[in-house]
């Protein structure tokens, strides 16, 4: 069954970076599309970014050019690091995972993480 | 990009009775690719409807989406105890993908 776990700090000094990792299991990384979504405490959700084991990648312009994903198709992860964080960064990360029907991928996302609750404080 | 307007913000409903939550786009969703998840407190998001109207797998049938262009309606035909929660819509039709800003179905 797949399963994805966010893991990284819950505490984030302002200005530094913050680093996060998603394990998949049950399923290759390099078989479907994953996303990075956040969601401020009480507020909804947005959509940071996705990537590809191949290094395909498109991110929410939103947050410009602070955002940077990667996989590792040894750990069955993949990451991402968000640079100069401020408190408007505050939020629980969620990993998911990219629908796929009827043999094509839709950014859409059926699988999701439990979600890691990410502080930027000093 | 495409800002979607969920309507209403808080929908006090009973159990048994039918649910209709509206999700409007700023401007036409390409080839209808909206989403409706369902959100509980303290848990992640769970997708329910893609392409506006197809069931997710493992999704009880009291749930359907509808909708084209600009508008877009989740409808859960008969209320069930475990259905009040927080609902979004989600469209991806074009990048950035985006979320409304969720409707609360809360007990009355």
């Known amino acids: 069954q797949l399963q994805l776990q966010e893991s990284g700090p819950g505490l984030v000094k302002p200005s530094e970076t913050l680093s996060l990792t998603c394990t998949v299991s049950g399923e290759s990384v390099t078989s479907y599309y994953w996303s990075w979504i956040r969601q401020p405490p009480g507020e909804g959700l947005e959509w940071i970014g996705y990537i590809y084991y191949s290094g395909n990648t498109n991110n929410n312009p939103s947050l410009k050019s602070r955002v940077t994903m990667s996989v590792d198709t040894s750990k069955n992860q993949f990451s991402l690091k968000l640079n100069s964080v401020t408190a408007a960064d505050t939020a629980v990360y969620y990993c998911?995972?990219?629908?796929?029907?009827?043999?094509?991928?839709?950014?859409?996302?059926?699988?999701w993480g439990r979600g890691t609750m990410v502080t930027v404080s000093s | 990009e495409i800002v979607l307007t969920q309507s209403p913000g808080t929908l006090p409903l009973s159990p048994g009775e039918r649910a209709t939550l509206s999700c409007r786009a700023s401007?036409?969703?390409?080839?209808?690719?909206l989403a409706w998840y369902q959100q509980k407190p303290g848990q992640a998001p769970r997708l329910l409807i893609y392409g506006a109207s197809s069931r997710a797998s493992s999704i009880p049938d009291r749930f359907s989406g509808s909708g084209s262009g600009t508008d877009f309606t989740l409808t859960v035909s008969r209320l069930e105890p475990e259905d009040f929660a927080v609902y979004y819509c989600q469209q991806y039709g074009s990048s950035p993908f985006t979320f409304g800003q969720g409707t609360k179905l809360e007990i009355k």
């Open positions: 998911a995972r990219h629908l796929r029907a009827h043999g094509y991928f839709y950014d859409a996302f059926d699988i």
């Open positions: 401007q036409s969703v390409r080839n209808a690719y």
